[in-house]
Nanobody, 122 residues
C-alpha cells in the first residue's frame, strides 16, 4: 500500500490557476506512474491527467492545453498545474498510483489519496 497525500486545492475565480501536489511515500517512485482523477458531486470519478515513469503524459480532452502534469522524482511528488480554470473544473481531485505506465481507468488503480477540493466560481 502506497500512502499518497494531496495538497493545493482551494477556492479560485474562473480564469485563475491552482497547483496541486501529491506526495507518495514509496521507495521506488521513479518506477511508478501517477494520475489525477476528479469527482464532482453526483458524478463518476473521471480521468484528468497522468504521467508515466518515463515522464510521458496523457490528458483528458476537457483539460488539454490548460492543465500540465509533472513529476519531481527527487521529492517523490507529482504536480498538476491548472490554468484557465472553469466552474466545471470544480470537483474533489484525487491522485493515484500504479506501476510503470498509467491507465485512464479508475478500476486499474489500487492506491488513492484522500482528495483535495477545488472550487471554481464565476
Amino acid at each position: 500500500q502506497v500512502q499518497l497525500v494531496e495538497s493545493g486545492g482551494g477556492l479560485v475565480q474562473a480564469g485563475g490557476s491552482l497547483r496541486l501536489s501529491c506526495a507518495a511515500a514509496v521507495r521506488t517512485f521513479s518506477r511508478i506512474a501517477m494520475a489525477w482523477f476528479r469527482q464532482a458531486p453526483e458524478k463518476e470519478r473521471e480521468f484528468v491527467a497522468a504521467i508515466n515513469w518515463n515522464a510521458n503524459t496523457g490528458y483528458a480532452d476537457s483539460v488539454k492545453g490548460r492543465f500540465t502534469i509533472s513529476r519531481d522524482n527527487a521529492k517523490n511528488t507529482v504536480y498538476l498545474q491548472m490554468n484557465s480554470l472553469k466552474p466545471e473544473d470544480t470537483a474533489v481531485y484525487y491522485c493515484a498510483v500504479r506501476s510503470w505506465t498509467f491507465s485512464r481507468h479508475v478500476e486499474e488503480y489500487d492506491n488513492w489519496g484522500q482528495g483535495t477540493q477545488v472550487t471554481v466560481f464565476s
